[in-house]
């Protein structure tokens, strides 16, 4: 068995809560209130470019070739994303340039930069898998939900159900369970850990854009 395989398991109870949670449920349906989905891409855009500064720390940290390349396309990947929403919604919605993260979002980028600058490298790789296995994981199952193209979140999800990131995805759970098979046992349990770690995070990412989460101090 996979690594991969061991990995979704063990986070399958969370990704059926992810599915279910109100975010992602009315953002299928097109009722998600617009005030939440605007407060959403805000946090995520803050969370891109640390995404991005994450992947480029790891890449810097390989040692073969192919996977320092791997991991610098991956950032660049995050950062135009992040610079895509400031072209198209940050415009659209006329939002500030300047996000200033929630505490959830802080949380989440925070622990993803701590794995890549001092957990062994196989680790920090498995911490940022979430980011894009879940959000792949849902994306597809959110667009296949859609049965007009009425939704005014129709070009989020098929962003998100494109093949380009598909590809993406495929590639870096591949590279993972590649790290895994030459990892000892105690490495691929730490990396079962962070990756759970990592989907409860993705969790309460969503669950606070939803709750539009302030700072209570």
Not at 125 to 143: E, R, S, T
Not at 163 to 184: G, M, P, S
Request: proline share 2%; glycine share 4%.
């Amino acid at each position: 068995m996979k690594w991969s395989d061991n990995a979704w398991e063990r986070v399958k109870l969370i990704y059926n809560k992810i599915l279910t949670m109100p975010f992602n449920t009315e953002l299928s349906n097109g009722t998600l209130q617009k005030e939440k989905f605007i407060f959403y891409l805000a946090q995520d855009a803050y969370y891109l470019l640390e995404f991005g500064r994450t992947l480029s720390t790891i890449s810097g940290r390989m040692q073969d070739a192919d996977l320092v390349m791997a991991f610098a396309g991956f950032s660049t990947g995050a950062i135009f994303a992040e610079r895509s929403l400031h072209e198209s919604y940050f415009v659209e919605f006329g939002l500030a340039n300047e996000v200033k993260p929630t505490p959830s979002t802080l949380l989440y980028t925070n622990y993803i930069l701590s794995q890549a600058a001092y957990a062994n490298v196989e680790i920090a790789v498995a911490a940022v898998l979430p980011c894009f296995w879940i959000y792949k994981a849902v994306g597809d199952h959110i667009f296949a939900q859609q049965t007009n193209d009425q939704n005014p979140y129709k070009r989020w999800i098929d962003m998100y159900a494109g093949i380009e990131f598909a590809t993406a995805v495929e590639k870096a759970i591949d590279i993972t369970n590649q790290l895994a098979a030459r990892a000892n046992g105690a490495t691929q349990q730490k990396m079962l850990d962070v990756f759970e770690m990592a989907t409860r995070l993705e969790w309460m990412f969503w669950d606070s854009a939803y709750e539009l989460e302030k700072w209570k101090v």
